[in-house]
């Protein structure tokens, strides 16, 4: 009985390493053990009861499962960030995976037909460990990321339609399939274990395809919807200039005949009225167009336009940047990144009453290979959050989805994104790979 815990033990351990690559985790290390040995003792206690005064009734192994079950679902629930839904799914579909090699190394073991259960149980449980320490590193090595980024993409809805299913495997497993048997299998028993085996695996296959086709299409309209912004603000770019550039000949079609007037002004030593006429000329003076911020013309184009916005509503709009012409990074990716944090940098300053609080100061470089962007901008203190991820507060479908997308891609290049604010600041911070 004692063997037994233990082995189990193992396998519950190596399943938890599984879950924790491939989640989230939400907090500290302490309190992940603290919370880990509070549930595994609950359990352990309760199979320890169930095995020495019930152990021949097979009905206790099922409520073992459901106990432990349970308890698992409470443990990712505390410690994990991803929703319940995710975090369900997850956990059901590493418990099906840790059953479908307790199914192979049963069958396997079955084919030597032993008859004492204390000889079948210690091959059994050392082929079940061996195996899963085996796939432990190809998860770590191969399928965590993917798996992470599979999660991000599709919604909650598609998990629980998925998880259902999931549910339904496990609860066939557990009233079905007797685990643990010593008996040796016929010809009729062994095809149709493994023909199980088969189609949970086939199932799983079916269902992740379809997630990725999902997900593809996904990618492909958000490529499309970044590329009609670029073109947009290309557009509104070039408009602005165009309009910037038929002001300044105007203007120095003009300019001699102003001049003329304040010559003559002058000349005739009036000079009051040359320098009331000289006030005027300065308050109806034509602004000149936006001189050039940097060397990439995305980011150029991009700050150029915002900026135009940020003057019209009195935001004090600063910017230092030192960008080459090529950075190494998608076009695309570039518009995301800038668009979307600078246009929430000016709603944050829109909120804000007093025109003399409202700023927006932009610093960026690239330094050692790295984009280094740096927005810092004036906000009323008010921050809409969805659990820990912050989101925009503009009245209108889909918001916070900018800075989501911010973080993605930044996690594509492998690089850095960070929020931080008190009651009068907000500060974003990016750092994005460009080797």
């Given at each position: 009985?004692?063997?037994?815990?233990?082995?189990?033990?193992?396998?519950?351990?190596?399943?938890?390493?599984?879950?924790?690559?491939?989640?989230?985790?939400?907090?500290?290390?302490?309190?992940?053990?603290?919370?880990?040995?509070?549930?595994?003792?609950?359990?352990?206690?309760?199979?320890?009861?169930?095995?020495?005064?019930?152990?021949?009734?097979?009905?206790?192994?099922?409520?073992?499962?459901?106990?432990?079950?349970?308890?698992?679902?409470i443990y990712i629930s505390l410690?994990?960030?991803?929703?319940?839904?995710?975090?369900?799914?997850?956990?059901?579909?590493?418990?099906?995976?840790?059953?479908?090699?307790?199914?192979?190394?049963?069958?396997?073991?079955?084919?030597?037909?032993?008859?004492?259960?204390?000889?079948?149980?210690?091959?059994?449980?050392?082929?079940?460990?061996?195996?899963?320490?085996?796939?432990?590193?190809?998860i770590y090595l191969y399928l965590?990321?993917?798996?992470?980024?599979?999660?991000?993409?599709?919604?909650?809805?598609?998990?629980?339609?998925?998880?259902?299913?999931?549910?339904?495997?496990?609860?066939?497993?557990?009233?079905?399939?007797?685990?643990?048997?010593?008996?040796?299998?016929?010809?009729?028993?062994?095809?149709?274990?493994?023909?199980?085996?088969?189609?949970?695996?086939?199932?799983?296959?079916?269902?992740?395809?379809?997630?990725?086709?999902?997900?593809?299409?996904?990618?492909?309209?958000?490529?499309?919807?970044?590329?009609?912004?670029?073109?947009?603000?290309?557009?509104?770019?070039?408009?602005?200039?165009?309009?910037?550039?038929?002001?300044?000949?105007?203007?120095?079609?003009?300019?001699?005949?102003?001049?003329?007037?304040?010559?003559?002004?002058?000349?005739?030593?009036?000079?009051?009225?040359?320098?009331?006429?000289?006030?005027?000329?300065?308050?109806?003076?034509?602004?000149?167009?936006?001189?050039?911020?940097?060397?990439?013309?995305?980011?150029?184009?991009?700050?150029?336009?915002?900026?135009?916005?940020?003057?019209?509503?009195?935001?004090?709009?600063?910017?230092?940047?030192?960008?080459?012409?090529?950075?190494?990074?998608?076009?695309?990716?570039?518009?995301?990144?800038?668009?979307?944090?600078?246009?929430?940098?000016?709603?944050?300053?829109?909120?804000?009453?007093?025109?003399?609080?409202?700023?927006?100061?932009?610093?960026?470089?690239?330094?050692?290979?790295?984009?280094?962007?740096?927005?810092?901008?004036?906000?009323?203190?008010?921050?809409?959050?969805?659990?820990?991820?912050?989101?925009?507060?503009?009245?209108?479908?889909?918001?916070?989805?900018?800075?989501?997308?911010?973080?993605?891609?930044?996690?594509?290049?492998?690089?850095?994104?960070?929020?931080?604010?008190?009651e009068n600041k907000f500060e974003?911070?990016?750092?994005?790979?460009?080797?």
């Open positions: 009985m004692i063997n037994f815990i233990i082995s189990n033990s193992v396998i519950l351990f190596i399943n938890l390493g599984y879950i924790h690559l491939l989640l989230t985790q939400k907090k500290s290390i302490k309190y992940t053990s603290f919370i880990f040995i509070i549930s595994y003792l609950g359990v352990a206690l309760v199979a320890y009861f169930l095995l020495k005064y019930f152990q021949k009734d097979i009905v206790n192994y099922k409520y073992l499962l459901y106990i432990l079950v349970s308890s698992l679902i410690v994990y960030e991803e929703s319940l839904s995710k975090k369900i799914f997850t956990l059901v579909t590493m418990w099906l995976f840790s059953n479908v090699i307790s199914i192979i190394c049963s069958n396997i073991i079955n084919l030597f037909s032993i008859e004492n259960f204390n000889l079948y149980v210690f091959p059994f449980s050392l082929s079940r460990i061996f195996i899963e320490l085996i796939f432990f590193p190809i965590r990321d993917p798996y992470k980024k599979m999660l991000k993409l599709v919604s909650d809805k598609v998990i629980n339609i998925m998880s259902f299913y999931s549910i339904i495997i496990f609860l066939f497993l557990i009233n079905h399939y007797k685990f643990n048997s010593s008996k040796f299998l016929n010809f009729y028993e062994f095809f149709y274990n493994l023909l199980f085996i088969i189609i949970i695996i086939l199932s799983y296959v079916i269902i992740f395809i379809a997630i990725w086709s999902v997900n593809r299409n996904v990618e492909l309209e958000y490529k499309f919807k970044a590329i009609d912004t670029q073109i947009e603000l290309q557009k509104k770019n070039y408009q602005n200039l165009n309009e910037s550039i038929e002001k300044y000949n105007a203007f120095e079609h003009d300019t001699r005949h102003h001049n003329l007037v304040i010559k003559s002004m002058i000349n005739s030593k009036n000079y009051i009225a040359a320098l009331e006429y000289l006030d005027q000329f300065t308050e109806n003076g034509i602004r000149t167009d936006i001189s050039v911020l940097c060397k990439n013309f995305t980011v150029d184009s991009i700050l150029k336009y915002y900026m135009s916005i940020a003057i019209n509503n009195n935001i004090d709009f600063k910017v230092n940047l030192n960008i080459p012409e090529d950075v190494n990074i998608d076009n695309l990716d570039l518009t995301v990144v800038m668009g979307n944090c600078v246009e929430n940098a000016i709603e944050a300053c829109k909120k804000i009453n007093n025109d003399s609080k409202k700023y927006i100061n932009i610093k960026a470089e690239i330094r050692e290979l790295q984009l280094m962007v740096k927005i810092e901008n004036s906000f009323n203190g008010q921050v809409v959050k969805e659990g820990n991820v912050i989101k925009t507060s503009k009245a209108v479908e889909g918001h916070g989805i900018g800075l989501s997308n911010v973080r993605k891609i930044t996690e594509k290049y492998n690089g850095y994104f960070n929020v931080k604010y008190n974003v911070q990016i750092i994005i790979n460009c080797a």
